[in-house]
């Protein structure tokens, strides 16, 4: 149609609506090209890693906000420890899941699941499981659909929306008299008993509860499982409460237990066992599902309910998750990349943004250190032995409001149970080895955040340090043994006495003295940084133990028994965890110039270095290793640092399912790629101090609040990168020159420009 020869009226009319139509594509445009619509959740779903034998990124396509409570997912598989509820592998369903389980090797607490059907009720999972396919698969941090075959060639779609405690199903049926939502309560199956999970005392010990209102159409129901119970202590009063409401009467329901269905009964306890609602379909009717969750009580569960999805408008809770996620990715932006580097960075910095979990529900929370309630803010699932190296650092530029709170959170366990965690989930668990809170208490501290009690932190730290657990030299501190008590630093009584954990005495006893030296080293500049000058000399001291370790004629760490011998040949990688002599050759990351020294200076350090890295004996998926691409900038040869991390944030990190090379262990393998390709790493938290690398992307601006609240960003500019242009020629902050591979954490967070002039060729003379 030729505009001029509409009349006056109908000309404008036709601007304004063309004018509108523009305005709401760019609208559309800017919506569908935010951060959040990079995430591709998928990464690191298969169960299988990168080459045979190793394993995938343990993560799931998880609904919900940041760090939420509870996790809204779809079920493949009965999971346990060992196996997550979603694997990428699995090609059919066994339920919609409000889940707890952080990671692969831990548990999964107070579930609840519910499944669609239609046909004949069937209520065990291998037997209610339908196929579904990837390619009719939607997964955003914010919504989650699949299509499910269902008999008959018909198809139930399922989708999911979620807060932080609540989520919303949405189960699109196909016509039929006999449609059915199956609520699993509580999954206490021997089938799943294996060296990982021993069920017997739970079925023994434990029931669950559902219970059917048809009036108020809603289920109500508590789930007191604990997967990792038999790593921890016994809670008496611990409960997952979940409420399911309904926005269609169902015409008629009942529970079941095993493989025995109750129609028309209301009340159910068990080991395995749920509760069924019937209904009638039209063609594509949709029934909605609102899910609530507390560790608290039925009651908080509801409040919970009317704070988070107090209507069912499905899409405004898939809008209003959205939003929350795109404020907190945004908060990095990155410039000049392609489609598959954007989507593998802010996938990471969303994997970044699940844990530790809340814990706490509108001011109160329930403490599994003690079984009881509180008043106050918390947190859980802290994977430390893994997090402190980099997720807890990026965190005070990505969630600086968050980190006095998970401070105060592993106070508040403290207090309730005696102890700083090693792996809360949600109680203690002893899983891994050494007292890492310490790292993530005093790296804090020594960057400026001071919003907890620093002296019941540093009471919490000095006691890890000075004090053995109880019964020390009687325990031999084997990993996943069943629960006899807080292991905190089990060995410290031979680490004080003979310098080292002997290893006829204590299991993993290399590894332990080499991170009770570091966990040392953290503690002691809290106590210099507090004033506490006769710890900090003691503890400045026992700092170096791991030395105790080296030894000369094999030119590594290896084991001592109580006498004081290096154990023969053939057993130097005995007392390690996750690994062998290579993996902790450089594991006093606290201390790079006393490894230099030890091995003789910095060419033979090198060499070292070098036959690590040539001899493929750094495993990327296993985080002892982590700090080691940026031990280089110690030694005087910073520029094969920039070689190999250009190298690792590559080969490591796919678009794509399989897009993980290993758990990525509550977020911190992507910790580990974003500050990778920002350009710095915290190589030795608690030093206050980041060891430079070589950015990967030609911009990145980090907009972030300083410990006292203050706005604040930092501009990382990469001058000149390409292909060929990966070595660091010159750096500069505000433009005053950097003259060596290393920055501090003040001058950084004090900064406002970090430029990187690449080349190249290394410039060896920056060093």
Not at 1 to 27: D, E, I, W, Y
Not at 345 to 372: C, I, Q, V, W
Not at 701 to 724: C, D
Not at 731 to 738: N, R, T
Request: aromatic letters at 12%.
């Amino acid at each position: 149609m030729n505009s001029c020869r509409l009349n006056p009226k109908t000309r404008l009319l036709t601007l304004l609506f063309c004018s509108l139509l523009t305005a709401l594509q760019a609208q559309r445009q800017s919506k569908s090209t935010q951060e959040v619509d990079a995430v591709n959740p998928l990464i690191g779903s298969p169960f299988g890693g990168f080459a045979p034998g190793l394993e995938g990124g343990g993560t799931t396509p998880v609904v919900g906000r940041p760090y939420a409570m509870t996790n809204f997912v779809l079920q493949t598989h009965e999971n346990k420890m060992s196996r997550m509820p979603y694997i990428y592998e699995d090609s059919s369903v066994i339920g919609f899941m409000a889940t707890h389980q952080p990671t692969v090797w831990m548990g999964d607490y107070g579930y609840v699941s519910v499944m669609p059907e239609v046909g004949a009720l069937k209520i065990r999972p291998k037997d209610r499981a339908l196929p579904f396919s990837h390619s009719g698969e939607i997964a955003k941090p914010y919504y989650y659909s699949v299509y499910l075959q269902a008999p008959n060639k018909q198809t139930i779609r399922g989708e999911i929306a979620a807060a932080s405690r609540c989520g919303m199903f949405r189960f699109t049926f196909p016509k039929s008299d006999q449609s059915h939502i199956v609520i699993h309560g509580i999954n206490l199956n021997p089938e799943l008993a294996d060296s990982n999970n021993n069920l017997s005392h739970r079925i023994a010990t434990l029931k669950g509860y559902v219970k059917i209102d048809q009036q108020q159409g809603e289920i109500t129901g508590y789930n007191p499982d604990r997967q990792s119970a038999q790593l921890g202590p016994e809670l008496s009063n611990f409960k997952g409460y979940f409420i399911i409401q309904f926005d269609k009467a169902f015409d008629s329901y009942g529970t079941w237990s095993g493989s025995e269905i109750n129609p028309s009964s209301t009340e159910q306890f068990g080991t395995l066992m749920g509760a069924y609602v019937n209904f009638k379909t039209s063609k594509n009717e949709q029934i909605k599902l609102r899910i609530a969750t507390s560790f608290i009580s039925l009651d908080q569960a509801r409040q919970n309910l009317l704070q988070e999805v107090p209507d069912w408008n499905f899409d405004q809770l898939v809008d209003s998750t959205r939003a929350v996620w795109q404020e907190n990715l945004s908060r990095i932006q990155v410039r000049g990349i392609t489609g598959d580097q954007k989507a593998v960075f802010y996938t990471a910095l969303f994997h970044t943004m699940l844990f530790p979990r809340e814990f706490s529900e509108n001011g109160t929370y329930y403490s599994a250190f003690d079984d009881k309630i509180h008043a106050g803010n918390s947190y859980t699932d802290y994977s430390l032995w893994d997090t402190y190296r980099a997720l807890h650092p990026l965190l005070v530029f990505t969630q600086p409001d968050r980190v006095n709170t998970m401070i105060n959170s592993l106070l508040q366990m403290y207090q309730e149970g005696g102890w700083l965690p090693m792996w809360p989930n949600p109680a203690e668990t002893n899983i891994m080895l050494g007292t890492h809170a310490d790292a993530v208490i005093a790296d804090a501290y020594i960057k400026g955040f001071r919003g907890y009690d620093n002296r019941l932190a540093y009471e919490a730290l000095r006691k890890d340090a000075m004090v053995p657990p109880d019964a020390d030299t009687k325990h031999p501190w084997k990993d996943r043994d069943p629960w006899y008590g807080s292991e905190a630093r089990g060995g410290l009584s031979y680490y004080h006495s003979l310098g080292y954990v002997p290893v006829d005495k204590t299991y993993e006893s290399v590894s332990r003295t080499i991170e009770f030296s570091y966990d040392d080293y953290v503690v002691a500049q809290m106590a210099k940084a507090m004033g506490k000058m006769d710890d900090y000399r003691q503890l400045s001291i026992w700092e170096k133990n791991y030395k105790n370790l080296y030894n000369p004629q094999t030119g590594f760490f290896a084991p001592r028994t109580f006498n004081g011998d290096f154990l023969p040949a053939g057993n130097e990688n005995m007392g390690f965890t996750e690994g062998d002599k290579w993996t902790y050759a450089f594991g006093a990351m606290h201390d790079p110039a006393g490894m230099i020294e030890l091995m003789g200076g910095n060419q033979q350090f090198a060499a070292m270095l070098d036959s690590n890295f040539s001899g493929h004996h750094y495993h990327h998926d296993n985080e002892p290793g982590h700090h080691y691409i940026y031990l280089y900038d110690f030694c005087g040869q910073p520029w094969k640092t920039q070689e190999l991390v250009r190298e690792h944030t590559r080969i490591n990190y796919r678009n794509q399912p399989l897009g993980i090379n290993g758990n990525d262990d509550c977020g911190q393998m992507s910790a580990w790629y974003l500050f990778g390709v920002m350009g710095f790493y915290p190589a030795v938290p608690g030093s206050g101090m980041y060891a430079i690398g070589a950015p990967q992307f030609p911009e990145i601006t980090i907009r972030y609040k300083s410990p006292q609240g203050n706005p604040a960003s930092l501009q990382i500019i990469a001058q000149n990168l390409t292909e060929e242009n990966k070595y660091v020629q010159r750096v500069s902050l505000d433009g005053k020159a950097i003259d060596r591979p290393f920055i501090s954490h003040a001058d950084l967070a004090g900064g406002k420009r970090l430029v990187f002039e690449m080349g190249p060729t290394p410039n060896r003379d920056w060093k």
